[in-house]
């Protein structure tokens, strides 16, 4: 049951406020901790980075696959909302799809270990990769459009084959330290360049 005001109110708005920048701040700590630690890390870990007591990660999130859920799905609202924000400030479209991929690419990174987290409930996996796509193909084929009207990158160039290839470069990070995927997917998306011609 909810917590009431005085006078038999529900929460003020300053209360509905504050519970939403804790979620946030939890959210944000979980993510920066599975980079390092894996989604197996301790809820104190992350209870640490946030700043919060353990019972407010509990009280937001009361098993760890809500928790690995709900970051995944901040981490693909973030890289959503980024993408007209980025095409609106950018030099040029291309520049904003660059800058685009490289928040896509902290995007895949950070994921490591949530597809295998989440094994247990492959319903849930399925509902996360469909609203991952529902979200970021359109926001991909955006800037790709942008950036073939003023004649950047070739067109033909399909969304879901450009993030499904850069996600194929981002496998095997984390087996190989020497192994940098943000070289190959520069080499990538200099690839899709329009030839100068002289």
Request: charged share 20%; net charge negative.
């Amino acid at each position: 049951m909810a917590a009431e005001g005085p006078v038999g109110q529900p929460p003020s708005r300053s209360k509905r406020a504050d519970a939403q920048r804790n979620r946030e701040t939890v959210l944000t700590a979980a993510a920066a901790v599975f980079v390092t630690a894996g989604v197996d890390a301790p809820i104190r870990q992350i209870a640490a980075r946030a700043g919060v007591g353990m019972a407010t990660i509990y009280r937001h999130f009361p098993t760890r696959a809500d928790l690995v859920t709900a970051v995944y799905q901040h981490q693909i609202e973030a890289c959503a909302e980024a993408g007209p924000k980025l095409l609106a400030d950018a030099d040029s479209p291309l520049a904003a799809l660059h800058q685009w991929v490289d928040l896509f690419v902290d995007f895949l990174v950070t994921k490591h270990g949530l597809a295998d987290a989440l094994q247990s409930d492959s319903d849930r996996f399925a509902a996360l990769h469909a609203y991952f796509l529902d979200r970021l193909l359109p926001v991909c084929a955006q800037l790709l459009d942008a950036a073939v009207e003023s004649d950047d990158i070739r067109p033909g160039v399909q969304p879901y084959e450009l993030m499904r290839g850069i996600g194929n470069l981002c496998i095997g990070r984390d087996n190989d330290p020497r192994y940098d995927p943000r070289r190959l997917v520069a080499l990538l998306l200099q690839g899709l360049r329009r030839p100068q011609t002289s």
